[in-house]
């Protein structure tokens, strides 16, 4: 397996956190109740797994790989632009939760900013996928991607971690919530 791979391997598990933001967010707006524990889950994933475990792969071994070849910096510009983006809406995302937690009726701005980060994923990674085959067929070697695939599996926290967030995919998709 090489360092694209993993990430776009990170992607579908990615696409199944947006299936899961997106039934959330209407039935939010359908007046259903989504009880503020899987609400708590999915910002818990949203900031172990994308932010600490794939953003962290490309800022910090992908990106700049690709970067040392004086190759593709607009667009890792750009997507180092989206990922700061998608941490912003991700504080909304949990500053409105907690209101709605304690009380406030903040259902609607919890509905709203998942919708945003629903749609941001969809063409955030549509993006990415393209920087990836551009970075694979434009600048990465075989060995650079072996090296950086092999980095991403050094970390045994992070796969102990990703462990953790599958099961709670797994959890969620199997929510009545969900299912319906």
Request: overall charge negative; charged content about 35%.
């Amino acid at each position: 397996m090489s360092a694209t791979e993993t990430l776009r391997n990170d992607h579908k598990q990615i696409k199944r956190l947006g299936k899961i933001i997106s039934k959330c967010y209407t039935d939010i707006n359908a007046g259903k109740t989504i009880p503020f524990s899987d609400l708590e889950k999915i910002t818990i994933i949203i900031s172990e797994f994308l932010d600490s475990i794939h953003y962290s792969r490309e800022e910090d071994s992908y990106f700049p790989c690709v970067a040392s070849y004086d190759h593709l910096k607009k667009e890792i510009r750009a997507l180092l632009i989206e990922h700061e983006f998608s941490r912003n809406i991700a504080s909304k995302i949990i500053l409105h939760l907690k209101r709605w937690k304690n009380g406030d009726d903040s259902s609607e701005p919890v509905a709203r900013f998942l919708r945003t980060y629903s749609i941001y994923l969809n063409e955030h990674m549509s993006r990415e996928e393209d920087f990836f085959e551009r970075a694979e067929k434009e600048v990465l070697s075989k060995e650079e991607e072996k090296d950086m695939f092999e980095d991403f599996q050094s970390a045994m926290a992070i796969t102990k971690k990703m462990e953790s967030i599958l099961k709670d995919l797994d959890y969620l998709e199997n929510q009545e919530w969900f299912k319906n």
